[in-house]
Nanobody, 123 residues
Framework: QVQLVESGGGLVQPGGSLRLSCAAS????????MGWYRQAPENERELVAT???????NYADSVMGRFTISRDNAKNTVYLQMNTLKPEDSGLYYC?????????????????WGQGTQVTVSS
């Protein structure tokens, strides 16, 4: 299993910035994609941004131009730089990793989640 540990959440005023980090450890094997999702109270979990091992990124329309996802493959870590934050960006931000771990003749595909880090944008 892959362990994902998020950090960097907190309380920030509208217009402010935060940087989230997520480090992967454990039976990682080959991580194909990492990403960030968020969930506000009474809402479904939604995609924020993803990045592949080759650096291809994908963003939700609501964060395009304000958030930047990046990845350090050597450290198995993904980052989310969030600028010009809005109250509607508030929520629990989850890190996700998709990949494959090979153990002998057996390959396990995984789609694992972190515990989440809270982001609150409020004045």
């Amino acid at each position: 299993q892959v362990q994902l540990v998020e950090s960097g959440g907190g309380l920030v005023q509208p217009g402010g910035s935060l940087r989230l980090s997520c480090a992967a450890s454990g039976s990682i094997g080959s991580i194909n994609a990492m990403g960030w999702y968020r969930q506000a109270p009474e809402n479904e979990r939604e995609l924020v941004a993803t990045i592949t091992s080759g650096g291809i990124t994908n963003y939700a329309d609501s964060v395009m131009g304000r958030f930047t996802i990046s990845r350090d493959n050597a450290k198995n870590t993904v980052y989310l730089q969030m600028n010009t934050l809005k109250p509607e960006d508030s929520g629990l931000y989850y890190c996700n990793a998709k990949g494959a771990f090979r153990n002998g003749a057996v390959t396990r595909l995984y789609n694992d989640w972190g515990q989440g880090t809270q982001v609150t944008v409020s004045s």
